[in-house]
């Protein structure tokens, strides 16, 4: 039976994660491959780094930390952030990541996703929909979340879906460092559109949050970051909790 | 011992590479011909699309080449659909080592089921040497939208609705269509043994 995942989510800058990140007896915190090892020992699923910080000059930087991190886990990953043409895509891809997350390029210029998807496959794109309510409907931001567009997130979810994206990573913005919970009214409206998988973001603060998203919202994987950074959900008690409420977690 | 991974446009092919340094292998990427028949082992990966990719094997004659190679061989995810017969995705003709069809997921009304499938999946029945110790029911990594259907070369089975071949094996052709390179400890034991058969 196909499991449900769990993914833990790192924000890389100029090569060392930011946010505090609170491991039992772990001497160097801030590296990336050192916390991926540590994460995929205590059954992380999946991995996500995103380059919170791209810029031209730093993407070699980016493609030789990719590198270093394919090398060393042996779980998929995906990474984000500032990608924009065919060759940053290929560039990381090389690099050893086996997934790639585009957010804004995509939504600028919709037939990347086409394009992507011809060249390297669905598989490999990760099409991310940041998104927060107004007046009771949920649109797509950008930038960040510093740009609302006029485009309703289940439009734009079919919409990436159609094109040939793999995957949606869902991250609402209402939830986001809330710690309230995962948005599950627009995670299961966009679960229950798209044929393709969707991972929800944004909100995890208990055990029971993951429950619920994966329960009613349908989600096929949940992505956190502080949670697990300060060690207030182990990863270990996490999937048994799950186990114990008859999801099928690995 | 020597192990040859075939390169061909079909996308990441690194990261079999780096599993194998991982368990202490060498092993060189390449689409040289000689390289490949004088390898002690050879892996066929893949990420990425059929049609494309066959292309890419005929016109560097390696579909001959990979069709009668006597010495071990590990098909990975398209490599593995590309041993088979025929694949649907883009109506093309595989190696014909596996007398399969690859058919592709059909999705549902209710989109209960996802494809393409991407996680981690458990698979059952395991009938090979590849499998060592390797207990039923574990979880091994799956990105795929199309399958092998099962056969009486299935050597381990995996479910999306319904059951489908997760591994095959016939003569020195072992198949997986999981990724062993992704698949955590389960699948760098499933590596090992490949390096390790006879």
């Known amino acids: ?250 | 011992m020597k192990t040859a991974i075939i390169q061909y446009n079909g996308g990441n092919v690194c990261s079999v590479q780096f599993a194998l340094e991982r368990i202490g292998a060498n092993a060189v990427i390449t689409d040289d011909a000689e390289t490949i028949l004088s390898a002690d082992r050879v892996i066929f990966p893949g990420v990425g699309q059929a049609s494309s990719a066959m292309q890419y094997l005929r016109n560097r004659g390696l579909d001959r080449v990979i069709k009668h190679l006597r010495q071990p061989v590990l098909g990975i995810c398209l490599g593995m659909q590309l041993l088979c017969d025929h694949s649907e995705e883009g109506d093309t003709s595989g190696l014909g080592i596996f007398p399969l069809q690859v058919k592709r997921f059909q999705v549902t009304t209710d989109l209960s089921l996802k494809v393409p499938l991407i996680g981690w999946n458990t698979i059952s029945n395991l009938a090979s040497p590849v499998f060592g110790n390797i207990p039923e029911n574990s979880y091994m990594y799956f990105v795929h939208s199309y399958y092998a259907p099962l056969c009486e070369y299935t050597v381990a089975q995996a479910c999306h609705a319904a059951p489908y071949s997760a591994a095959l094996q016939k003569d020195n052709f072992y198949a997986v269509q999981f990724h062993p390179e992704k698949s955590g400890d389960d699948g760098q034991q499933l590596l090992k043994h490949f390096l390790n058969l006879y």
């Open chain 1, 1 to 250: 039976m196909l499991a449900k995942r769990i993914i833990p989510c790192l924000d890389v800058m100029n090569g060392r994660t930011v946010k505090g990140i609170h491991f039992e007896n772990l001497r160097d915190s801030g590296d990336p491959v050192e916390l991926a090892i540590r994460y995929s020992e205590q059954g992380a699923d999946e991995l996500v780094f995103l380059d919170i910080a791209a810029t031209n000059e730093k993407r070699k930087t980016w493609r030789q930390l990719v590198y270093n991190i394919a090398r060393h886990i042996h779980i998929p990953f995906t990474v984000g952030g500032g990608i924009s043409e065919i060759r940053d895509v290929e560039a990381l891809l090389n690099a050893g990541a086996d997934k790639v997350s585009v957010n804004t390029s995509i939504f600028r210029n919709p037939q990347l996703i086409e394009t992507l998807a011809r060249q390297f496959g669905s598989q490999c794109i990760v099409a991310a929909i940041d998104t927060k309510p107004f007046d009771n409907s949920w649109y797509v931001h950008l930038n960040g979340g510093r740009v609302q567009t006029q485009t309703r997130a289940l439009d734009w979810a079919r919409e990436v879906s159609e094109r040939g994206a793999g995957e949606i990573l869902l991250t609402s913005m209402a939830g986001d460092g809330t710690r309230n919970g995962f948005s599950i009214d627009i995670t299961q409206a966009i679960a229950t559109s798209v044929p393709i998988p969707v991972i929800a973001s944004g909100g995890a603060g208990t055990m029971e949050h993951f429950a619920e998203v994966f329960e009613q919202g349908r989600a096929d994987a949940a992505l956190a970051a502080s949670v697990f950074h300060d060690g207030d959900i182990h990863l270990r008690d996490l999937k048994t909790y799950l186990k114990s409420r008859q999801i099928p977690i690995r």
